[in-house]
């Protein structure tokens, strides 16, 4: 296996020609998603284990096994592989949190969005993210739009739904988890992760990425797709401080830069 990883992501950066530069990620098998945020980096593997990036090694952080984790301004959140239930990463342990959910995003401005296995797409304000210590219960907001996966960050929150659909809300409340307005973004994706610096990329149906342009400040929404050509297909994505992270379907890891 690990030969064979290392020959195909060789013809890998061999075959790819484009603006973004892509080498093999710090050595991890399996991989099954990852998330970066705020100079840090996650990673999770077939098994459900999570990982930290120290350096060149990969530490695993515990020994439950989740579905999704996510780093970034509201800290460490991830949800369980069982029974979906939430955490956060609270001295040194995960801690469960209320309420439950599939996959959640920590990359906003503060708070986390999450979808449950119904896909309802909730919301958890910036104030009670940054002051749950573990105990009692905080109350998720409803966010009132059907998704199979949401992530925020500098200029809204994007979403695709289980239809491969994009939705983007410019104007959900980090404070408050009120007014998200959707709407929807042409294109087509499985998933959508925005860095915390409002940077967009979705992967499509087939494993293809993409990356949103002409996002700023007068138009959060961006206006084209452009696509990354990458030799394999893709799984999982995550963008970080110059470095986009990418997930290969067969599990290996590739780091990329500008
Ligand atoms: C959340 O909102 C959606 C859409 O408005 C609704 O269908 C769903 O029942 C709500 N879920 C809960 C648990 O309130
Ligand atoms: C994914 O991208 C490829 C390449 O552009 C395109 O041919 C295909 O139709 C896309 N699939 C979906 C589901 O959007």
Redesign the pocket.
Known sequence: MRAVAAFLLVLCYLAVTHAWRCNEGPRLYNVRQIDAGQGKVIARDTYGYVYFLIGSSWHRMSTIRFNHASIGPAGLWATGSSGDKIYKYIAGNFVISSGLLRQLDAGGNGQVVGV?S?S???CLRSDLASSYKGSGSVSWS?????LKYISCGKYGCWGTDTSHRIYFSQTLSPTTCGNSRWSQISGSAAMAEVGTDGSVFVVNKSGQLYQRLGISSRSPQGTTWTPISMCMPLRHVSYDLGNLWVVTTSGLLMKCTH
């Open positions: 449950s119904s309802a797409s909730w409803n966010l009132s739009r059907v």
